[in-house]
């Protein structure tokens, strides 16, 4: 009874944690964002209060003859369209020059036109005087209108500064309050969140920890799996360690997908068991999850064939991924409640992110139809950074790339298991990518294991010599 | 002078910003339909004209319920009529018959098509595609026979009347009807939108193409399956109130095959993903004879060929623009685009001379 209950606290304890983590994450990541959102007001908010001071100012300066800012880039804005449109118009006469010419004498449009291009040029000459006059000192008293207009701009510009000051201040005074409340608010929740995990910790019991090794993350324990008469795998065990690239090579037809798929629960497996080190405190069966929740205990497929979305866009595809961290409900999606605006920016920035570790923002807006198979893959790849991966598992990842795109996928590879702090946990065909990314290695054949152990040893291993090359031993 | 402009300026960008927010056409939309209306109301428009458009915005409520079923769930259902004709039941027994409050006829009516989707959706878990649409034509087939029979709800083959509806005991009149099925149609335009913008459309379209990748993402394919057969089983009761609303009466023979099929016809020549294309499909296949085609006096003499005129449209359309009516609009969209460049360079060209 006592246990029991024991277990009912744990469990509740965990959703409380995991609720907190989500609350403080999102606070962290909403608080750049709606800090960027006032600012991008304020700067809007001092163009127009610029422009404005700008169109007052006007007529005075004109008066005074003084060439403000704005009205130097008037001025020069009215000379340059007069430029561009006599050049249009003396392009349109050397065309219709030409007309004429296949059709009269030459001498006669010869006469005309150098008559119509003096014309033309007079009439230019007249518009950029009439600008320029424009522009200039008017008659009269000027010192006075300088005067005046000095003091009237001084005037504008302090109100103006006053003002923009004075919204400054409110801004930064939102932004402050914003950061302190997020802040406090960030801080009690990792308060929070210690304590539980400390209380988690405490009541930790060691019957279901104990059942594999501390520092191993999942452990597969005699899994055997059969389709009829044919045995795809037979009785197989490994650990994959916590924080390593793990990769499972064998020859064609040896099972690799088929453990993939008992993993994440595709296929039931015959017999056998996969254990797995959700956190700290709890280890759980997989064979106990439905294959839609494995996702949320933190492990991620990729997929041998790419399987996205062809309908949407890249930045859609990967909110897709993100599916499990959403919290808004379906009624929040039917009324977009600013809470699911709020989210949804979140995910965005996430996603961004995620594009520009993997280099793919330009692709961002594109449908993924017609792109070439090295994004695609790489599409399937940042997909899965975006539900808080502990286990990443790829399927072939390497699988119709090129030897180029095989040795950044590596790079790629490494740099997100030290970002993303991810176990990964690889199907592969191509022997380099493995060699140099694994830490430890498993060879299987029809099913059965050959070796484990680090790439070198692998490769002199007598067993996967004979299984891959057919050499007698 | 100049802060004026300036003042203009802005009032053009924020018009700018306000026309670019994704509600904005179909309010306009509403708006334009609202005005026609009061035209209407005015004697300025025909008034028949007026009632093909709205029975045609109710089929068109239908059509988006099912565009969620098929062109982003993926799941084919030839139910559809069953369900439009027991919203008109409900309204027409509960309302009608009984008396009962019109806010108790809503409750009943979302119970039961929140009941009928569940029931569908936990069929489609086991079957797919040709399969269960025969499922659900054969449910809608079954439901047929029982508006026959059970005529204590429906009275049976001579039908149902609805006549002085009244709403908070106000008398509704056949103006206010209309009004209420455009703001109806409106709300429902916005409330769909607001899903397939949003994680629920993009896990029905993930589920669409590929079950795997949607389950493996952490879409449970049963919560999205029942969900997307109770919404558009929810958008074809609402529609048959509307329908009975409208039209005052219902009968058994209206709710057969061809209304589910003339309904799957609308959304696939529409083009089933594109909620303008929902409403050029649903106007095209029905509307369309309502409307244009009963102004020629060919049509008026022989009215049943203007089917020959929707067929024809249907196999020009699928066969040329598989993608929908709106893949037409798109297309004629670029293709005037190309034209105007096309102008533009010729008089340059003629003006101007080739560029240097």
Same mark, same amino acid.
């Given at each position: 009874?006592?246990?029991?209950?024991?277990?009912?606290?744990?469990?509740?304890?965990?959703?409380?944690?995991?609720?907190?983590?989500?609350?403080?994450?999102?606070?962290?990541?909403?608080?750049?964002?709606?800090?960027?959102?006032?600012?991008?007001?304020?700067?809007?908010?001092? @163009?127009?209060?610029?422009?404005?001071?700008?169109?007052?100012?006007?007529?005075?300066?004109?008066?005074?003859?003084?060439?403000?800012?704005?009205?130097?880039?008037?001025?020069?804005?009215?000379?340059?369209?007069?430029?561009?449109?006599?050049?249009?118009?003396?392009?349109?006469?050397?065309?219709?020059?030409?007309?004429?010419?296949?059709?009269?004498?030459?001498?006669?449009?010869?006469?005309?036109?150098?008559?119509?291009?003096?014309?033309?040029?007079?009439?230019?000459?007249?518009?950029?005087?009439?600008?320029?006059?424009?522009?200039?000192?008017?008659?009269?008293?000027? *010192?006075?209108?300088?005067?005046?207009?000095?003091?009237?701009?001084?005037?504008?510009?302090?109100?103006?500064?006053?003002?923009?000051?004075?919204?400054?201040?409110?801004?930064? @005074?939102?932004?402050?309050?914003?950061? *302190?409340?997020?802040?406090?608010?960030?801080?009690?929740?990792?308060?929070?969140?210690?304590?539980?995990?400390?209380?988690?910790?405490?009541?930790?019991?060691?019957?279901?920890?104990?059942?594999?090794?501390?520092?191993?993350?999942?452990?597969?324990?005699?899994?055997?799996?059969?389709?009829?008469?044919?045995?795809?795998?037979?009785?197989?065990?490994?650990? &994959?360690?916590?924080?390593?690239?793990?990769?499972?090579?064998?020859?064609?037809?040896?099972?690799?997908?088929?453990?993939?798929?008992?993993?994440?629960?595709?296929?039931?497996?015959?017999?056998?068991?996969?254990?797995?080190?959700?956190?700290?405190?709890?280890?759980?069966?997989?064979?106990?999850?439905?294959?839609?929740?494995?996702?949320?205990?933190?492990?991620?497929?990729?997929?041998?064939?790419?399987?996205?979305?062809?309908?949407?866009?890249?930045?859609?595809?990967?909110? &897709?991924?993100?599916?499990?961290?959403?919290?808004?409900?379906?009624?929040?999606?039917?009324?977009?409640?600013? @809470?699911?605006?709020?989210?949804?920016?979140?995910?965005?920035?996430? *996603?961004?992110?995620?594009?520009?570790?993997?280099?793919?923002?330009?692709?961002?807006?594109?449908?993924?139809?017609?792109?070439?198979?090295?994004?695609?893959?790489?599409?399937?790849?940042?997909?899965?950074?975006?539900?808080?991966?502990? =286990?990443?598992?790829?399927?072939?990842?390497?699988?119709?790339?090129?030897?180029?795109?095989?040795?950044?996928?590596?790079?790629?590879?490494?740099?997100?298991?030290?970002?993303?702090?991810?176990?990964?946990?690889?199907?592969?065909?191509?022997?380099?990518?493995?060699?140099?990314?694994?830490?430890?290695?498993?060879?299987?054949?029809?099913?059965? +294991?050959?070796?484990?152990?680090?790439?070198?040893?692998?490769?002199?291993?007598?067993?996967?010599?004979?299984?891959?090359?057919?050499?007698?031993? | 002078?100049?802060?004026?402009?300036?003042?203009?300026?802005?009032?053009?960008?924020?018009?700018?910003?306000?026309?670019?927010?994704?509600?904005?056409?179909?309010?306009?939309?509403?708006?334009?339909?609202? &005005?026609?209306?009061?035209?209407?109301?005015?004697?300025?428009?025909?008034?028949?004209?007026?009632?093909?458009?709205?029975?045609?915005?109710?089929?068109?409520?239908?059509?988006?319920?099912?565009?969620?079923?098929?062109?982003?769930?993926?799941?084919?259902?030839?139910?559809?009529?069953?369900?439009?004709?027991?919203?008109?039941?409900?309204?027409?027994?509960?309302?009608?018959?009984?008396?009962?409050?019109?806010?108790?006829?809503?409750?009943?009516?979302?119970?039961?098509?929140?009941?009928?989707?569940?029931?569908?959706?936990?069929?489609?878990?086991?079957?797919?595609?040709?399969?269960?649409?025969?499922?659900? %034509?054969?449910?809608?087939?079954?439901?047929?026979?029982?508006? @026959?029979?059970?005529?204590?709800?429906?009275?049976?083959?001579?039908?149902?009347?609805?006549?002085?509806?009244?709403?908070?005991?106000?008398?509704?009149?056949?103006?206010?009807?209309?009004?209420?099925?455009?703001?109806?149609?409106?709300? =429902?335009?916005?409330?769909?939108?607001?899903?397939?913008?949003?994680?629920?459309?993009?896990?029905?379209?993930?589920?669409?193409?590929?079950?795997? *990748?949607?389950?493996?993402?952490?879409?449970?394919?049963?919560?999205?399956? %029942?969900?997307?057969?109770?919404?558009?089983?929810?958008?074809?009761?609402?529609?048959? %109130?509307?329908?009975?609303?409208?039209?005052?009466?219902?009968?058994?023979?209206?709710?057969?095959?061809?209304?589910?099929?003339?309904?799957?016809?609308?959304?696939?020549?529409?083009?089933?993903?594109?909620?303008?294309?929902? /409403?050029?499909?649903?106007?095209?296949?029905?509307?369309?004879?309502?409307?244009?085609?009963?102004?020629?006096?060919?049509?008026?003499?022989?009215?049943?060929?203007?089917?020959?005129?929707?067929?024809?449209?249907?196999?020009?359309?699928?066969?040329?623009?598989?993608?929908?009516?709106?893949?037409?609009?798109?297309?004629?969209?670029?293709?005037?685009?190309? /034209?105007? +460049?096309?102008?533009?360079?010729?008089?340059?060209?003629?003006?101007?001379?080739?560029?240097?």
């Amino acid at each position: 009874m006592a246990k029991m209950i024991d277990g009912l606290l744990q469990g509740f304890r965990l959703h409380r944690l995991n609720r907190l983590r989500d609350q403080k994450s999102f606070l962290e990541n909403y608080l750049p964002i709606l800090v960027k959102a006032i600012r991008d007001r304020e700067e809007r908010r001092i @163009k127009l209060a610029r422009d404005r001071d700008g169109a007052a100012l006007r007529g005075p300066a004109l008066a005074a003859g003084v060439l403000t800012p704005a009205l130097e880039t008037e001025r020069s804005t009215a000379l340059a369209n007069i430029e561009e449109r006599y050049r249009w118009r003396a392009k349109a006469l050397a065309q219709s020059k030409k007309r004429a010419l296949s059709k009269s004498s030459e001498d006669m449009v010869v006469a005309t036109f150098a008559v119509r291009t003096e014309q033309l040029e007079h009439q230019k000459q007249v518009d950029l005087e009439s600008v320029g006059r424009r522009y200039a000192a008017s008659q009269g008293d000027l *010192a006075a209108a300088r005067e005046a207009f000095r003091i009237q701009a001084e005037e504008v510009h302090a109100a103006t500064d006053a003002r923009l000051a004075a919204a400054k201040a409110k801004a930064d @005074k939102i932004i402050a309050a914003k950061t *302190a409340a997020y802040e406090t608010k960030t801080d009690e929740l990792g308060r929070k969140i210690e304590k539980v995990r400390n209380l988690l910790i405490a009541n930790k019991s060691d019957e279901t920890n104990a059942l594999i090794p501390e520092d191993s993350l999942l452990s597969v324990r005699n899994l055997s799996m059969r389709f009829g008469g044919l045995m795809a795998v037979d009785n197989l065990s490994f650990d &994959v360690k916590k924080g390593e690239i793990f990769g499972l090579i064998g020859p064609n037809g040896a099972g690799k997908t088929t453990i993939f798929n008992c993993i994440t629960r595709f296929y039931r497996p015959t017999s056998g068991e996969m254990l797995y080190r959700k956190n700290a405190v709890e280890v759980i069966r997989l064979n106990d999850y439905p294959v839609h929740d494995i996702i949320r205990q933190g492990i991620v497929r990729t997929f041998q064939n790419v399987e996205l979305v062809w309908e949407l866009t890249i930045l859609d595809n990967l909110l &897709v991924a993100a599916h499990t961290v959403y919290r808004t409900g379906f009624f929040g999606q039917l009324f977009h409640t600013p @809470k699911l605006r709020r989210e949804e920016e979140v995910m965005r920035a996430k *996603a961004f992110g995620v594009l520009g570790t993997l280099g793919l923002l330009p692709y961002a807006y594109a449908i993924p139809y017609g792109l070439p198979y090295g994004i695609l893959k790489k599409i399937e790849l940042a997909r899965t950074l975006m539900a808080h991966p502990k =286990l990443i598992i790829l399927d072939e990842p390497a699988a119709g790339l090129n030897d180029k795109e095989t040795e950044e996928l590596a790079v790629l590879i490494k740099k997100i298991r030290d970002d993303y702090h991810a176990t990964i946990f690889l199907v592969e065909h191509d022997m380099g990518l493995v060699m140099d990314v694994c830490d430890t290695i498993c060879a299987i054949s029809f099913g059965k +294991k050959l070796a484990i152990g680090t790439p070198a040893e692998i490769q002199s291993d007598k067993l996967v010599r004979s299984a891959y090359l057919g050499e007698e031993s | 002078m100049t802060t004026l402009r300036l003042s203009f300026d802005r009032i053009r960008k924020q018009l700018a910003i306000i026309a670019k927010h994704p509600y904005f056409g179909f309010v306009v939309f509403g708006a334009i339909l609202v &005005v026609l209306r009061l035209l209407a109301l005015g004697g300025i428009i025909p008034n028949s004209l007026m009632k093909s458009l709205v029975i045609t915005m109710i089929y068109a409520i239908v059509a988006l319920g099912f565009s969620l079923l098929l062109g982003y769930a993926g799941l084919a259902s030839l139910g559809t009529a069953g369900f439009v004709g027991l919203g008109t039941y409900f309204i027409g027994h509960f309302s009608g018959t009984l008396g009962y409050p019109f806010l108790a006829t809503i409750l009943i009516s979302l119970l039961g098509a929140i009941v009928l989707g569940a029931i569908v959706g936990f069929i489609s878990l086991r079957i797919e595609g040709m399969y269960l649409a025969i499922i659900t %034509l054969g449910l809608s087939e079954i439901m047929r026979e029982i508006f @026959k029979s059970f005529t204590a709800f429906t009275n049976g083959v001579n039908g149902l009347g609805f006549r002085d509806f009244t709403l908070f005991e106000l008398e509704v009149s056949e103006a206010a009807v209309d009004f209420i099925v455009i703001f109806v149609f409106i709300l =429902l335009i916005i409330g769909t939108l607001n899903i397939i913008k949003s994680p629920t459309g993009r896990a029905l379209l993930a589920m669409k193409n590929s079950d795997s *990748a949607a389950q493996s993402m952490g879409i449970g394919l049963m919560k999205y399956r %029942l969900l997307a057969f109770t919404l558009a089983t929810i958008y074809a009761v609402i529609g048959g %109130l509307l329908y009975m609303m409208d039209q005052q009466f219902s009968i058994p023979t209206t709710w057969s095959l061809d209304f589910s099929l003339n309904i799957l016809a609308a959304v696939v020549v529409g083009g089933a993903q594109s909620i303008t294309g929902i /409403i050029l499909g649903t106007f095209t296949i029905f509307g369309l004879n309502m409307t244009v085609l009963k102004e020629i006096a060919f049509f008026r003499e022989y009215p049943d060929a203007t089917w020959i005129v929707s067929g024809m449209l249907i196999i020009l359309i699928t066969m040329f623009y598989p993608g929908g009516l709106i893949r037409l609009l798109l297309a004629i969209k670029f293709w005037l685009i190309k /034209i105007w +460049k096309k102008l533009k360079r010729k008089w340059s060209v003629y003006r101007y001379g080739e560029d240097d």
